[in-house]
């Protein structure tokens, strides 16, 4: 690797648009570069490294504030990693949430498509379902709208 990156090299590196790096910068997130006589950023060795580090939370679905907890401990190798123990335990669980989530949603498109078998748009179950935005015939309390059930 060169001795300095810019921002465009530490984009392609790491597949993070520059726009996110200099937002990630502004967060706190990555420490600002130095600079060269001319003003452009110039990143070093921890500045991929760490970008890597969130790249990878963020692949993982960890929220920004689970990444700068996690960064937190990263800064402080002498910490107990309970902590990083309990984040991604929270992920998990909020990953499981959406796996309901999303099979909640799945069955209820696939009983709409299911009702549906062709015709005229007028009679269309799909797009009468979808035009109910009250959700009063949604069958699965997960996707129904509160208070509102099955029609």
């Known amino acids: 690797m060169a001795r300095h990156l810019s921002i465009g090299d530490l984009a392609r590196a ?10 990630y910068e502004a967060e706190g ?3 600002s570069p130095a600079r060269t006589e001319g003003g452009h950023r110039a990143y070093g060795q921890a500045h991929l490294d ?22 937190g401990l990263a ?10 123990h ?15 989530r999303l ?6 498109l696939a009983r709409v498509a299911e009702a549906c078998r062709g015709g005229r748009a007028a009679e269309c179950r799909i797009l009468e379902v979808l035009a109910d935005h ?9 996707h129904a709208a ?6």
């Open 146 to 151: 509160p208070g509102a059930g099955p029609a």
């Open 29 to 31: 997130l990555l420490p």
């Open 134 to 142: 009250r959700h009063g015939r949604c069958t699965d309390p997960l």
């Open 75 to 84: 800064d402080q190798p002498d910490r107990d990693c309970g902590a990083a």
């Open 86 to 100: 309990g984040v991604a335990t929270a992920q998990i669980a909020a990953i499981d949430e959406k796996l309901e």
């Open 14 to 23: 790491t597949g993070v648009k520059a726009t996110t790096i200099r937002w």
């Open 50 to 71: 760490r970008l890597g580090f969130v790249r990878h939370a963020r692949e993982l679905g960890f929220p920004m504030p689970a990444i700068r907890e996690l960064l």
């Open 103 to 108: 099979r909640a949603l799945r069955a209820e």
